[in-house]
């Protein structure tokens, strides 16, 4: 039985893979036609630079204010606070992410 495994191996290692394989050359009207618009990998390329162009646009405006709402009791007296806050972007933050964002998406075109 070891005889016809170790036969059935050797043989399998020993016939060469590319037999059954034939080299197709791929035309320039083949390549074309696989990259066609409606290719996923077309689709991918092109949502990555709608992507990077929305962060060009996100990161040239200025953060999100905060509502907060508070509300205390003590003693039977009740107190409500509503503060609104808005974030100042400040030590050239906001220009550093345009410059990042506005590179990545040269760079994805």
Do not use: K
């Not at 409606?38 to 709608?50: K, M």
């Not at 100042?88 to 345009?98: A, D, E, I």
């Amino acid at each position: 039985m070891r005889t016809v495994v170790l036969c059935a191996t050797l043989g399998a290692l020993t016939v060469p893979s590319s037999v059954g394989a034939q080299s197709l050359p791929l035309t320039e009207s083949d390549a074309l036609s696989r990259l066609s618009p409606h290719s996923p990998r077309v689709r991918a390329i092109r949502n990555a630079v709608d992507v990077a162009r929305a962060d060009v646009l996100a990161a040239g405006r200025w953060p999100n204010p905060r509502l907060t709402f508070d509300r205390e009791s003590v003693a039977g007296v009740t107190e409500s606070t509503w503060m609104i806050a808005q974030p100042l972007p400040t030590g050239g933050t906001c220009s550093f992410r345009l410059s990042r964002c506005t590179i990545w998406y040269i760079g994805s075109r």
